[in-house]
């Protein structure tokens, strides 16, 4: 097995969004704002490499939006999926699954595009199966008044119409072992119904694509939660759940949206879970 971190692009987005109740005086100690209040995010994917498979983690925003759409999120820098891709030596068609910690437009975008003549949306992989499962497929297209910004039908619905889509099981407690896809996943509600954290076995390390359960180092402390998230009270307790885990078993924690730190570890303190070791993806993976 081979894993490769797949810069999709950056943008930013509002610190007190991103931090909910925490004062910006906390966070601004380790997320420093601009004059707009904008703070830096990444969408950094993984890439799997494992026999003949090659599977891609989440997928970031896609370019198929409109300008002023992507106007609000101040894109920056020049990383893009398929430099990415290529810099390993890979194109979208060597992929051959597409698996979606969840279905908000900065995860999952990226993965339907226009059409050369921009008629209609197609795959933008159109080699491979997007993975999502049952519970969050319904909580997406069935979308309530708080999410319906983030779940963007032209991002969703041409999964399922193109034949392309497939369910990983549900787990009977938080997590799932040993899924069709060669990782465990652990199952988290309170950001979104059903959000799914990979958790992959990686040469005696365990390596966890964090997605939205800790966008950013600087989301350590239990109660730094996002005001995205939907069931903040849920979210704490799986957080002090999985970073307990984090600890005890000294996972290796990469970082989707935190611009500036790839990799963490985490240990207990007086003051609860805290961070170890920033290590960046070549520490690691190669």
């Known amino acids: 097995m081979k894993l490769y971190p797949i810069n999709a692009g950056n943008f930013k987005l509002d610190g007190g969004a991103m931090f909910g109740v925490v004062p910006k005086s906390l966070w601004q100690r380790t997320n420093p704002a601009d004059s707009n209040n904008m703070i830096d995010i990444a969408a950094r994917c993984l890439l ?11 997928t970031g925003m896609g370019d198929k939006q409109s300008d002023k759409f992507y106007s609000y999120y101040y894109l920056w820098g020049d990383d893009t999926l398929d430099k990415s891709l290529s ?14 910690t969840h279905l908000h437009f900065d995860h999952c975008g990226g993965s339907i595009q226009w059409n050369k003549e921009r008629t209609f949306l197609e795959p933008a992989f159109k080699n491979a199966f997007f993975w999502s499962n049952a519970d969050h497929w319904k909580w997406a297209t069935q979308p309530n ?27 009977e407690h938080d997590i799932l072992k040993d899924s069709s896809l060669g990782f465990d996943i652990f199952y988290a509600d309170g950001h979104t119904d059903k959000q799914m954290i990979p958790m992959i076995n990686y040469k005696g390390k365990t390596i966890c694509f964090m997605a939205d359960l800790l966008p950013t180092a600087g989301h350590l402390p239990i109660p730094f939660v996002m005001g995205y998230d939907t069931r903040p009270l849920i979210t704490l307790d799986e957080k002090e759940k999985f970073l307990n885990l984090a600890a005890d078993n000294n996972f290796y924690l990469f970082l989707e949206h935190d611009a500036h730190n790839e990799i963490i570890t985490v240990q207990h303190t007086e003051k609860g879970v805290r961070l170890k070791e920033t290590l960046s993806c070549n520490d690691i993976f190669n």
């Open 48 to 58: 799997i490499e494992d026999g003949d498979r090659l599977v891609l983690i989440d």
């Open 87 to 100: 810099q390993y030596g890979f194109n979208r068609e060597d992929v051959t699954d597409v698996f979606m």
């Open 145 to 171: 008044r708080r999410e319906k910004a983030s779940f963007l039908k032209e991002n969703i619905l041409p999964m399922e119409e193109c034949g392309q889509l497939k369910f990983v099981d549900l787990p």
